[in-house]
C-alpha cells in the first residue's frame, strides 16, 4: 500500500500561480510513477502529467503544456505540480496517483492508488 496526500490548492486569480504537493508513505516511493489527474464537475478525471521515478521521464497534458511543471524529491517522497499561467479552464479538483509500471501513463485505470484531492479554483 502506499498512502498519498495532496496540498497547496486554492483560490488564485487568472493569470497567478500555484504549486501543489503530494506527500507519499508507505511502500518505496521512488519505485512508482507519480502522476497528476484533475476532475472538473460534471467532466471525466483529466491527465496533467507524469514523472518517472528518476524524474528524466516527463510527460504533460496538452491543455498545460508550457504553463505547468512536474517535479518531484524522492528523499522526501514528494511529487509536485508548479502551476503558472493559470486560467478559469484549470479549475478543478486535483488528485495525485501512483502506478508501478505503467503501460500508458496517461491513462487512469493504469494507477493504482490516489489521493483524496485539493481544491483549485481559479477566478476571472
Given at each position: ?41 460534471g467532466r471525466e478525471r483529466e ?17 498545460v503544456k508550457g504553463r505547468f ?34 503501460y500508458d501513463w496517461t491513462r ?17
Amino acid at each position: 500500500q502506499i498512502q498519498l496526500v495532496e496540498s497547496g490548492g486554492g483560490l488564485v486569480q487568472a493569470g497567478g500561480s500555484l504549486r501543489l504537493s503530494c506527500v507519499a508513505s508507505g511502500r518505496t516511493f521512488r519505485a512508482y510513477v507519480m502522476a497528476w489527474f484533475r476532475q472538473a464537475p460534471g467532466r471525466e478525471r483529466e491527465f496533467v502529467g507524469s514523472i518517472a521515478w528518476s524524474g528524466l521521464n516527463r510527460y504533460l497534458g496538452d491543455s498545460v503544456k508550457g504553463r505547468f511543471t512536474i517535479s518531484r524529491d524522492n528523499a522526501k517522497n514528494t511529487v509536485y505540480l508548479q502551476m503558472n499561467s493559470l486560467q478559469p479552464e484549470d479549475t478543478a479538483v486535483y488528485y495525485c496517483a501512483a502506478a508501478n509500471s505503467p503501460y500508458d501513463w496517461t491513462r487512469r485505470d493504469e494507477y493504482d492508488y490516489w489521493g483524496q484531492g485539493t481544491q483549485v479554483t481559479v477566478s476571472s
